[in-house]
């Protein structure tokens, strides 16, 4: 799991909000998520409950290539019932991967490419109300094909589109995945698109 301490806050400035775990109940342990029941102390003393999801930790990567081409992809989410766009990414290789070496295979994975230029995007929480999970953004330049490497229960279509055309789309609402509509607007500030 990623360090979410990185966010830049005077951290005892705010010690004073912070809520302390009593004690936690599983409450059921699946291949990809977890969900927990901790009953906690809030700051006044009080107690409450809180339903978290525990996810291992992610990655996503804005490939741009020479031409100002993004690579995504269109992908069914079985939760939604749709097949929606969205950047390459997906899950660590448990706790111990690297981010940058997790966001280089599934890059590979996904799309068949790698890159020799990698910029970090920063963290993206999509859901901290209930979820634990931490996604790493990147853009990633210099592009190189190759072949792709899906698992067997991957199904995707690949393609590309300049920046400017997916950014549009993300401002029309026809790119609902959170981490995507993020990721390609920071890659496209910082790109200049």
């Known amino acids: 799991m990623f360090n979410i301490r990185e966010i830049d806050y005077n951290e005892e400035e705010y010690e004073r909000l912070h809520e302390k775990l009593v004690s ?3 409450i059921f342990n699946g291949r990809i998520l977890h ?4 009953d906690i102390e809030l700051p006044n003393g009080h107690r409450s409950v809180r339903e978290v999801i525990a996810h291992v930790a992610a990655v996503c990567v804005v490939p741009v290539d020479a031409e100002g081409n993004v690579v995504l992809e269109r992908q069914y989410r079985y939760p939604i019932d749709a097949v929606i766009t969205e950047i390459p990414a997906g899950k660590l ?12 295979r599934e ?3 996904e799309t068949g490419l790698t890159a020799d230029s ?9 859901a901290a109300a209930y979820c634990a999970e931490t996604i790493r953004m990147y853009l990633a330049q210099d592009l190189h094909q190759g072949a792709q490497q899906l698992d067997d229960d991957e ?9 400017k055309d997916a950014v549009q789309m993300v401002m029309d609402g026809r790119v609902p995945d959170a981490k995507t509509q993020a990721a390609l607007l920071k890659a496209a500030r910082i790109l200049g698109v």
Not at 118 to 126: E, I, K
Request: proline fraction near 8%; glycine fraction near 10%.
């Open 93 to 104: 290789d448990g706790d111990g991967e690297d981010p940058l070496e997790g966001a280089k």
């Open 155 to 163: 199904f995707l279509d690949v393609f590309r589109l300049p920046l």
């Open 35 to 38: 969900v927990l029941k901790d």
């Open 118 to 126: 990698w910029t970090d995007l920063g963290l993206f929480v999509p």
């Open 24 to 26: 936690r109940e599983d």
């Open 107 to 109: 890059l590979r994975e």
